[in-house]
């Protein structure tokens, strides 16, 4: 007789609390396609930043409790495809850039084309993401990460309604604003993952009155305020990553003759 096999049975079961937070956020997502169908945009706009919400809930909650899994890391990433690369390109599609085939057949193309690139870049982001688990530095990501890529294409089209203007009014600025948004994704430019942050239980004060400040405002004008603060940080990867590098460019180059000490 064959001894009895010593590998231990793969775990059939999943974990529930971080999975069933990946759930509500898609949950989100497919809502904000629904109702961009239906046009109420704003609705689509807030139901996309509930599913970055809980996005980040699930992730976090995963880590603390020790319930991280390969299943989780995989049904993650197709949650966020879903509420944050298909759902923000059919909203701008619906909301604006289909009003560019009243321009003629190239003018609807282009349309579709630059949700397409959105929604592509997202996906590649996330195929990229993916790969580099367990490789890439925590601490930063390379790319705008697919969220935040979202979150920056959502808050223009909520600081446009709350303008009290149309899609169709910007029909020529959404088109700039999804492939940036779509490229900024795809880039090798170095964000902060605020995935390390706060290192320890304690931080400084001044922390604590920034975020008062933020939620004032938020609670003032939320449109122009995510918008102000998603345009900050799409901008802080490449300053970020260009002032890096002229750093270390300046470190390696040699000195000139003569400028040497003893």
């Known amino acids: 007789m064959d001894a009895p096999s010593t590998q231990p049975k793969p775990h059939r079961g999943i974990y529930l609390l971080p999975n069933l937070l990946t759930t509500v956020a898609m949950f989100a997502g497919f ?13 689509a706009v807030i139901a996309i930043f509930v599913a970055a919400l809980f996005d980040g809930l699930d992730g976090r909650v995963a880590r603390l409790t020790n319930t991280q899994s390969a299943f989780g890391v995989q049904y993650d990433s197709l949650s966020d495809l879903v509420s944050f690369g298909v759902a923000p390109a059919l909203v701008l599609y619906v909301w604006s850039l289909q009003s560019l085939r009243g321009l003629g057949p190239a003018w609807g193309k282009l349309g579709w084309a630059a949700a397409f690139i959105f929604a592509a870049c997202g996906a590649l982001r996330l195929a990229r993401f993916n790969t580099q688990v367990g490789v890439a530095d925590k601490r930063f990501f390379q790319g705008l990460a697919i969220p935040a890529g979202a979150g920056l294409v959502m808050s223009y089209v909520w600081t446009v ?8 009014q910007v029909q020529f600025i959404t088109p700039v604003v999804a492939v940036v948004a779509g490229l900024l994704m795809v880039s090798r430019f170095r964000y902060y993952s605020f995935k390390s942050w706060p290192r320890s239980d304690k931080v400084p004060f001044f922390w604590l009155i920034l975020i008062v400040l933020i939620l004032v405002a938020l609670a003032m004008n939320p449109p122009r305020v995510l918008f102000s603060i998603a345009v900050i940080y799409a901008l802080s990867g490449p300053i970020v990553t260009l002032w890096g590098r002229a750093r270390a460019r300046g470190r390696r180059e040699p000195r000139a003759p003569g400028t040497h000490t003893p």
Not at 161 to 168: H, K, M, N, Y
């Open 31 to 43: 809502y904000a396609i629904i109702a961009a169908i239906g046009g109420q945009y704003a609705d």
């Open 161 to 168: 309604l709350d303008l009290g203007l149309t899609g169709a």
